[in-house]
Nanobody, 115 residues
């Protein structure tokens, strides 16, 4: 069974930075896609960024140039460096790991950006 443990959320002023981490325990396979989603109150969950096992990133247009996703395959860990944060980035951020069989989700971590 795969479990995802997230850390790094919190409260930051607009223009500030945060770094989210997500460590996956258990076997996720060599081709798993790791990513981050977010959900603000009243909104649907949306993709923020994802990264393939080979390190190819994919970003939502709203975060391009501000957020950077990376992963450490030796530690089964994915990171999201968030710079130039805006109040509209406020949401619960969820880590995900997508394998051939299923998608695993973290418990979510709150990111709040004050204006």
């Amino acid at each position: 069974q795969v479990q995802l443990v997230e850390s790094g959320g919190g409260l930051v002023q607009a223009g500030g930075s945060l770094r989210l981490s997500c460590a996956a325990s258990g076997r996720i396979g060599s081709s798993a896609v790791m990513g981050w989603y977010r959900q603000a109150p009243g909104n649907q969950r949306e993709l923020v960024a994802s990264i393939s096992s080979g390190g190819r990133p994919n970003y939502a247009d709203s975060v391009k140039g501000r957020f950077t996703i990376s992963r450490d395959n030796t530690q089964n860990t994915v990171y999201l460096q968030m710079n130039s944060l805006k109040p509209e980035d406020t949401a619960v951020y969820y880590c995900s790991v997508r394998t051939f069989i299923t998608t695993y989700w973290g418990q979510g971590t709150q990111v709040t950006v004050s204006s």
